[in-house]
C-alpha cells in the first residue's frame, strides 16, 4: 500500500500524467502493415496504440511485430506488409487504466510497460501515462515530501545506533 503522503502528493501532479489522445501517434486496426511501418518509423516510437475507426482502443502494434510479419524463408520480405491488416497482428491483451487513477496500480503497471494506456468508460482512447511523466512525479515527491510532512524513522537502524 502506498504511503497516504506519497499518494497525496503524486495526486497533485496527475494532471500532467496525461498525454493526450491528440497528440499520441497511433493506426487504425483496418490500415495495411506498411502503413503502420513509415508511422513507426516516422515518430521513432517501437510501440503504438491501435484504435477503430470510432477512437475505441483496440490494442498495441510494436515495430518488432511489424519486422516479425516481414521474416520469411528468404529473409526480409517487406511486400508482405502490404497484404495485411494491423488487426491480424496486433497485440490485444493490453492493461489500461481509466480517470481516476489509481496510483499503486500505475506504478506496478508500468514496471513491465513503457506506457499505459487511458480510456474512458466506453473504452474510447484518451491518452496515455508514460513511464517518464511518474518519473517525473516521483521526483517531485522526492523533492516534496518534507515541505508538507514531518517524516522520521520508526526504529533507528543499528548504524544510528554505533554513533
Do not use: W
Request: aromatic share 6%; glycine share 4%; hydrophobic share 40%.
Amino acid at each position: 500500500m502506498i504511503a497516504k503522503s506519497v499518494e497525496h502528493l503524486l495526486g497533485q501532479r496527475q494532471d500532467r500524467f496525461l498525454i493526450p489522445a491528440e497528440i499520441v501517434a497511433n493506426v487504425q486496426d483496418t490500415n495495411h502493415l506498411d502503413h503502420a511501418f513509415l508511422v513507426l518509423t516516422k515518430i521513432k516510437y517501437s510501440k503504438i496504440p491501435v484504435l477503430d475507426k470510432h477512437q475505441h482502443f483496440k490494442g498495441l502494434l510494436s515495430l518488432a511485430m511489424l519486422t516479425e510479419t516481414m521474416l520469411g524463408l528468404n529473409g526480409i520480405d517487406p511486400s508482405t506488409l502490404g497484404r495485411k491488416k494491423v488487426a491480424d497482428v496486433m497485440q490485444t491483451e493490453v492493461p489500461t487504466i481509466q480517470l481516476p487513477y489509481d496510483a499503486e496500480e500505475i506504478l506496478h503497471l508500468l514496471i513491465d510497460q513503457p506506457f499505459l494506456v487511458v480510456v474512458n468508460r466506453d473504452n474510447i482512447f484518451t491518452g496515455i501515462v508514460t513511464r517518464r511523466e511518474i518519473m517525473k512525479g516521483i521526483n517531485f515527491v522526492a523533492h516534496e515530501l518534507e515541505k508538507d510532512y514531518t517524516v522520521s524513522p520508526k526504529i533507528q537502524t543499528v548504524l544510528d545506533t554505533k554513533n
